[in-house]
């Protein structure tokens, strides 16, 4: 290979670097304007990647616009009028055909421009509430968000959740067939099924988010880069919905929370537990921008993401674990768990019970949750009663609670966290 040939193959990597980067900067917007115009999502999708790859042929020999976005958008534009004029003629054609009365044409040409010049901000709302839409399960409800909203790649998505790739496919190609077949329009839900549909949007983001903190099975103990992506789908949202106190408390959770990542594994990238984290390495900007974030929650109203939040808020003011406030962690339980009963919240506000400063009684509450059926199989149970176990002494059970917890979990990091903790514990 010549040393111009050599530099047209940099140029071109360097330029499908560039394509993928205003993809992933652009494409939620993009399918949104066009979803709003197609009015299916599916098809959206699909004529904003014909655009990604127009721009993928004529970028390496034109170079980079300087407004990429637009570009792409005119291009998906004039292919969607052009698939739109198409099916009208079909239809006109199939009108004289049947003799049926002639169609009249839904949208003129200025009408569809005006659609597709409307504010950004509804249309990437429009398709907040569809990719989370009620119909969908949870697992497809989570691939098509991470597909639209998060330009990601199927192949990332598979990666991220550790399944295979055709896998993935087949749940975003089944949320894209359920929402056609359920004839879910592009729409804004009405202010009385926002909270609802609202509540689901924020779960979906929280399950991206908490799978990146903590995998629930495979090797790694945390996948940063779904974070990062839950990250990013929190501020849209809170962009898009500056007036729900919800939204700004889920996005000041996850904030607070991604500022230990680094944290949480040492050097020889072992699990290190909160208490045991050296907090000079938590991200000083995420946690100023969680605090703010919880403040401006607690100003608008007081949710269970919001509680959360501030719970964690407890541990980012501590610059040591001895200086947590356990006290209030507990007081904020209590409320967490008036208002979100469920048993992981209980079992949470249990730990914080024994950790500040009963553990008796905070094993007591643990007992009472043995025999929830969502529990019997949580690794946390375990190794919630193991810890409590050794603060009061008792050693030998202790160390086989946390043998329980190593059994149960599936994710490898976490288990060998386990399996040191019962060693520590077996003098």
């Not at 004039?78 to 004289?96: G, N, P, V």
């Not at 959360?308 to 209590?334: F, G, K, N, S």
């Not at 043995?370 to 375990?382: F, G, I, K, V």
Request: net charge neutral; glycine share 6%; hydrophobic share 45%.
């Amino acid at each position: 290979m010549t040393a111009t040939d050599s530099a047209i193959d940099d140029a071109r990597r360097a330029t499908h670097r560039a394509v993928e980067a205003v993809w992933r900067i652009e494409s939620a917007r993009l399918i949104a304007r066009l979803a709003r115009l197609v009015s299916d999502v599916g098809l959206a999708e699909e004529l904003a990647q014909d655009a990604l790859v127009v721009a993928l042929e004529r970028w390496p020999q034109t170079g980079v616009p300087e407004n990429p976005g637009p570009w792409l958008l005119a291009t998906a534009k004039h292919r969607a009028i052009d698939r739109l004029r198409r099916q009208e003629r079909y239809a006109r054609k199939l009108a004289l055909i049947t003799r049926d009365v002639q169609i009249r044409q839904e949208y003129a040409e200025a009408e569809r421009d005006a659609e597709l010049d409307d504010h950004i901000g509804d249309d990437l709302l429009r398709l907040v509430f569809t990719a989370a839409h009620p119909v969908l399960s949870g697992e497809t409800k989570v691939a098509l968000t991470l597909r639209l909203l998060g330009g990601l790649t199927t192949t990332e998505i598979a990666r991220a959740f550790l399944i295979p790739e055709s896998t993935a496919a087949q749940r975003i190609v089944r949320a894209k067939r359920t929402l056609a077949a359920a004839n879910v329009q592009f729409e804004l839900p009405t202010r009385a099924e926002l909270p609802e549909r609202l509540a689901a949007v924020l779960e979906v983001i929280y399950l991206i988010f908490n799978e990146g903190y903590a995998a629930t099975s495979g090797p790694d103990w945390a996948r940063p880069e779904l974070c990062h992506e839950a990250l990013r789908l929190g501020r849209l949202l809170a962009g898009l919905l500056p007036a729900e106190p919800e939204v700004h408390g889920l996005l000041a959770l996850m904030e607070l929370q991604a500022s230990r990542l680094r944290a949480r594994v040492d050097a020889a990238g072992q699990p290190v537990p909160l208490l045991d984290q050296d907090r000079r390495s938590w991200d000083r900007l995420l946690i100023r921008r969680g605090l703010d974030g919880l403040a401006c929650a607690e100003a608008l109203g007081i949710g269970s993401y919001t509680l959360q939040a501030a719970i964690a808020a407890c541990h980012a003011r501590a610059t040591r674990a001895e200086q947590t406030d356990w006290p209030r962690i507990v007081a904020l339980y209590e409320v967490l768990a008036h208002l979100q009963p469920t048993p992981v919240v209980l079992l949470n506000r249990a730990a914080a019970v024994g950790l500040a400063g009963d553990p008796k009684r905070g094993l007591s509450l643990v007992d009472e949750l043995a025999q929830e059926r969502s529990l019997r199989d949580y690794p946390q149970l375990p190794a919630v009663r193991g810890e409590l176990l050794a603060r009061l002494g008792h050693a030998g059970p202790a160390r086989d609670e946390f043998l329980r917890a190593a059994e149960l979990t599936r994710n490898d990091g976490e288990r060998a966290l386990f399996r040191r903790r019962a060693d520590g514990l077996a003098g």
